[in-house]
């Protein structure tokens, strides 16, 4: 079956240094995106691809970098972790298309100390 | 600036009765929305969507309605079982705008 893994399941890690969340897609989906979510916030978007070598900003993507060398991967990477950033992360893809419903890894989460 | 509000952060119902799960949104571009159903320590699942094109549809045991004059949009689950325990959350989406816009969720706890 098809799927989409997520590595690691919790991280932590210390202020200012750099971190990659692994996301792994078994779907061939064009569409991928990173969210996270906190308390109050419900799931806010991270950055977004919609295919090899295309990388979009969201909603919250300040301090958060992704690239996109293959359809099945797109990690996400925290150049200088802060607390704030201490959440759960979680990765989804799509087919092609706005309204095709999107399908999530079971998230990474995050501790920033 | 929330675009998609799920004012209810909690709601219980009886095992058998009906749940009902409310949305609003105020961007008026939106023109897809989607229900989710998230369980501790879990990725969302998709549960059920809506074309703004429609007013109502059903999937089982589930129905979501959208008012689209009034910006509202609800998820009926009846008869409601145990199972359905679980965080829900709306989201909606806009032609041409990347990714979905998530509401911030209401649990529902189903009391046997």
């Known amino acids: 079956d098809a799927e989409i893994t997520q590595s690691p399941r919790h991280k932590i890690t210390e202020t200012g240094r750099q971190v990659t969340l692994a996301c792994h897609q078994t779907?061939?989906?064009?569409?991928m995106f990173w969210y996270r979510q906190d308390l109050g916030h419900g799931l806010r978007l991270i950055h977004y691809?919609?295919?090899?070598?295309?990388?979009n900003k969201g909603e919250v993507s300040d301090g958060y970098s992704v690239s996109r060398s293959n359809t099945e991967d797109l990690p996400l990477t925290l150049e200088s972790a802060a607390s704030s950033q201490t959440s759960v992360y979680f990765c989804?893809?799509?087919?092609?298309?706005?309204?095709?419903?999107?399908?999530f890894g079971n998230g990474t989460r995050l501790t920033v100390t | 600036d929330q675009q998609v509000k799920q004012n209810s952060p909690s709601l219980s119902v009886q095992e058998g009765r009906i749940s009902i799960l409310n949305c609003d949104y105020t961007n008026s571009m939106f023109d897809y929305f989607l229900w989710y159903k998230k369980y501790p320590a879990e990725g969302p699942t998709f549960l059920i969507s809506?074309?703004?094109?429609?007013d109502k549809n059903e999937d089982g045991r589930f129905t979501v309605f959208l008012n689209k004059s009034a910006k509202h949009l609800s998820l009926h689950i009846v008869p409601s079982q145990p199972g359905d325990s679980a965080v829900y959350f709306c989201?909606?989406?806009?032609?041409?705008?990347?990714?979905?816009?998530f509401g911030t969720g209401t649990r529902l706890t189903i009391i046997p």
């Open positions: 691809s919609y295919g090899v070598h295309d990388t």
């Open positions: 989804a893809s799509s087919e092609l298309g706005a309204n095709s419903p999107l399908h």
């Open positions: 989201a909606a989406s806009a032609l041409m705008h990347g990714g979905l816009t």
């Open positions: 779907w061939n989906h064009n569409n």
């Open positions: 809506i074309s703004s094109i429609k």
